[in-house]
């Protein structure tokens, strides 16, 4: 990445940066993510979270260490999921795996060399017995012994650490009121944390950094319902499926958005939190590109999308003042709270115009590549729904500069005459605006 990427990434990327200051973000490194040789760099990009503020729990897994240390390995498949029948020396040998594990991400949050990233940054990791277990018991006529459930995530716990800005550590294991320890799920350990945290996000690392259509292109948005329904229906790998069911409980639970992102790719995790699209597929109850009508407050962030297109002459300059008058004709678009687009629909006669359809420079990839529509589509979209609703058959627009774009998306050229009269009349020969309109279905 040359200068000047960096220095416009690092802008692009400075409002999640304020956006994510202060919440609670729950993390699953499954086992296999923790074999994994790109583990120091998921440690480094955690750490920078928290130094950023990002309140932080880290669930570890250690499902193929175990299978490891185990001669002896037996599980029991309930529906879906496939537990692992825990006795008394599996147990042993477990909580010695699990030991193992935390030492050693407490050795790698600890490294502080000039020529690590964790240089003069003091991260500290609190482990606990902040989850009180349960037995499974008898399932289908076999006996589970010491795999256990969730019973109880002692939160307030959890909270004081967060509190003093520490990272806390959390290994798969609960412990019951008589102190017998039980051996659970770290999959469904960590939505039940996020869950009962009320966390902001449930991010999990996995092989697949996504998934994608028929045709490999990144699906990068589900709603619980629809990956319900892919997974009911598609060949995914058990792991990752067993996670991504993880994501749609918790968020079903409140849990404003699940991530699944790549633990083999370096930065998977940053690209996935401070890019306008990610890189990985995030599971929430909406969409998180939202059009809606815009409110006088939005014209501080409209001027910011729209002076750029002006300035290189895109669309005609508008002063704040008129914005302020007119912004009951705006749409915009947002991304996580932040405005990253605009249009405008003016009627004009029988007629309606869309204008200053303007999208940030960061968001304007057209979405083939993200299984979503593009930004400035969906603007289209929530004009055109206005215009039928406001018994509009037919709307117009003019463009000097980008005439392909609206040609893609359904308008036809047109001649001057076409314009509704009092437009004709207002037409600037100067700019020699293309005119262009579409046809409104019902």
């Known amino acids: 990445m040359n200068t000047h990427s960096y220095a416009r990434w690092f802008r692009d990327s400075t409002p999640y940066i304020s956006a994510h200051r202060n919440k ?33 729990v880290v669930v570890h897994g250690a499902r193929e260490q175990i299978n490891a240390s185990l001669e002896v390995r037996s599980f029991h498949r309930h529906g879906e ?9 599996a147990m042993r040998t477990i909580t010695g795996v699990y030991g193992q594990i935390r030492s050693n991400l407490e050795a790698l949050f600890s490294t502080g060399l000039p020529t690590s990233p964790l240089h003069n940054t003091d991260i500290q990791l609190v482990s606990g017995n902040f989850v009180t277990a349960k037995p499974i018991g008898v399932l289908d006529g076999i006996d589970h012994q010491f795999t256990g459930l969730a ?51 449930l991010i999990v690392f996995d092989a697949a950094p996504y998934l994608s259509d028929a045709n490999g292109h990144r699906l990068s948005n589900f709603t619980p319902t629809v990956l319900d329904k892919i997974l009911d229906t598609s060949t995914i790998q058990a792991s990752t499926r067993q996670r991504l069911r993880a994501l749609v409980r918790a968020v079903r639970a409140g849990v404003q958005s699940g991530q699944l992102v790549s633990y083999r790719d370096d930065g998977a995790l940053l690209e996935e939190l401070f890019t306008a699209d990610g890189v990985g597929t995030q599971v929430t109850e909406q969409d998180r590109r939202l059009v809606r009508r815009a409110k ?84 289209l979209d929530a004009a055109e729904a206005e215009a039928r609703a406001r018994g509009h058959s037919e709307i117009f627009a003019l463009t000097t500069q980008t005439h392909d774009w609206f040609l893609e998306h359904g308008f036809e050229d047109a001649d001057i005459a076409d314009l509704p009269t009092p437009k004709q009349a207002l037409y600037n020969y100067h700019r020699n605006s293309k005119v262009l309109r579409k046809k409104l279905r019902s």
């Open 296 to 379: 006088l407050e939005d014209v501080a962030d409209i001027v910011e999308v729209i002076r750029p297109l002006e300035d290189s002459g895109v669309l005609v300059r508008r002063s704040r003042d008129r914005l302020e008058q007119e912004i009951d004709q705006f749409f915009v678009a947002e991304v996580d709270g932040f405005v990253i687009g605009c249009c405008a629909l003016y009627p004009v006669g029988t007629s309606v115009e869309l204008a200053c359809v303007a999208v940030h420079e960061s968001y304007r990839q057209e979405g083939n590549d993200t299984g979503s529509p593009s930004v400035g589509k969906q603007l």
């Open 24 to 56: 609670t973000f729950v993390v699953l490194l499954g086992g296999d993510a923790v074999a994994h040789a790109n583990l120091t760099n998921i440690v480094h990009d955690l750490a920078l979270l928290n130094v950023l503020g990002v309140r932080l």
């Open 81 to 89: 999921l496939s537990r692992r029948i825990t006795d008394d020396e």
């Open 151 to 201: 019973r109880k995530v002692h939160t307030q716990r959890i909270n004081k650490v967060l509190d003093t800005g520490a990272i806390v550590l959390l290994s798969p294991i609960g412990y019951s009121p008589s102190g017998q320890a039980f051996n659970l799920t770290a999959d469904e350990l960590s939505g039940q944390v996020a869950a009962a945290l009320r966390a902001d996000k």
